[in-house]
């Protein structure tokens, strides 16, 4: 099989604007349990907000093939009609650019092939061939490719394929931002620790993650609400970022850390202890500080919350945010955000 540059340019171009409306017309039953179960829950959301999986990604450039990868689990999964356009796919997915710091996110002109600057692709070292070796070039990955394709499964006229990312894969992934994160974090006053929590959290180190309610790129940045925000108080001016200046990992970051910084000098001013503070932003970060409030006092009255913040221990407040705050969704957020920050004290 020889690999041509065009073929991977329109698998990620589209991959980047996937909305539910556009999603595919999937067969479940030609796919496993867990498989079919990840693509479920992409399609048909609880609602239409919740309809996108931001650790999600789904690559198609036509209805002859289609590629999957859940950033979370770690799960690469690509179907097409024959053994060839089976190969190509894997091809495609194994050498692939899809980090916008790299690649122009809106015209896709370098997408696909190793490039200049980096010299690797896209999941370097993310995914192992059968050999145990990373990928690296149009050779390897043919070679590769071609293993799998012999193990292939085929049902409904379908060939499909499972790659499984290696089991630190979030730690490699993760590992690309931490420097960036770093600078950002000094620059805004905000832990390192924090910031990768809710990186992890938000997206599993997706650059292209988008939610159903457009929280767009590595922590799930809102461009008409803490985007507006940052360039507003931040900056100094009124701007609404695009998706492509979100989508840039380097800017995805110091745009979090903005509103992180905002969250804790501005809206949630008036909280005294730091851990407490910290615990507030992250539930602010995913709920808003007006929940926060209305969790507080019945007409969230921030004056009233905050004595009551005030008056109770580092435990109490934890263990209200995480049983009677509102939202259920932060109350869980924020056990997850803490739980992970952990294993990123030592930044």
């Known amino acids: 099989m020889n690999l041509s540059f065009k073929l991977a340019v329109p698998v990620i171009a589209l991959a980047a604007a996937v909305l539910p409306s556009q999603a595919l017309a999937i067969d479940y039953d030609a796919y496993d349990k867990d498989v079919a179960a990840l693509l479920w829950e992409y399609q048909n959301g609880p609602d239409q907000k919740a309809a996108i999986k931001p650790s999600v990604l ?22 097409a009609t024959s ?17 916008p710091s790299v690649i122009d996110a809106k015209t896709a002109s370098d997408f696909g092939l190793i490039n200049d600057r980096t010299n690797k692709p896209f999941f370097w070292k993310q995914i192992l061939d059968h050999r145990g070796k990373p990928i690296e070039n149009p050779w390897t990955a043919e070679i590769y490719a071609d293993h799998l394709a012999q193990r292939a499964q ?7 394929i499972k790659i499984n990312m290696v089991k630190e894969h979030k730690n490699i992934a993760g590992g690309k931002y931490i420097q960036t994160v770093k600078a950002a974090g000094r620059q805004h006053n905000v832990p390192a620790s924090l910031m990768m929590a809710i990186m992890e959290t ?16 590595l922590m799930q940045i809102k461009a008409n609400t803490a985007g507006r925000d940052y360039f507003s108080i931040i900056k100094g001016y009124k701007h609404t970022p695009s998706s492509s ?12 850390a903005g509103y992180l910084r905002i969250l804790a000098t501005r809206y949630l001013s ?7 503070l910290e615990y507030a932003m992250i539930s602010s970060y995913n709920g808003g500080a007006g929940n926060l409030w209305r969790s507080l006092d019945k007409n969230g009255n921030k004056t009233k919350s905050l004595a009551r913040i005030n008056n109770m221990t580092v435990s109490e407040f ?29 930044l």
């Open 58 to 79: 789904v690559f198609n450039d036509a209805a002859d093939s289609d590629t999957l990868v859940d950033f979370e689990t770690g799960l690469v999964v690509v179907t």
């Open 83 to 99: 053994l060839q356009l089976l190969q190509e796919s894997i091809v495609e997915i194994l050498l692939t650019q899809i980090d």
């Open 154 to 160: 085929q049902h409904r006229g379908r060939y499909k």
């Open 202 to 217: 938000e997206s599993s180190f997706n650059p292209l993650a988008r939610s159903g309610s457009n929280a767009l790129g």
């Open 245 to 256: 200046y979100l989508y840039n990992p380097s800017n995805n970051i110091e745009v979090a």
């Open 270 to 276: 008036g909280i005294k202890h730091p851990k407490k």
């Open 318 to 346: 934890y263990w209200f945010l995480t049983n009677r705050h509102i939202r259920g969704e932060t109350r869980n957020y924020l056990k997850k955000v803490s739980g992970k920050q952990k294993k990123y004290l030592h």
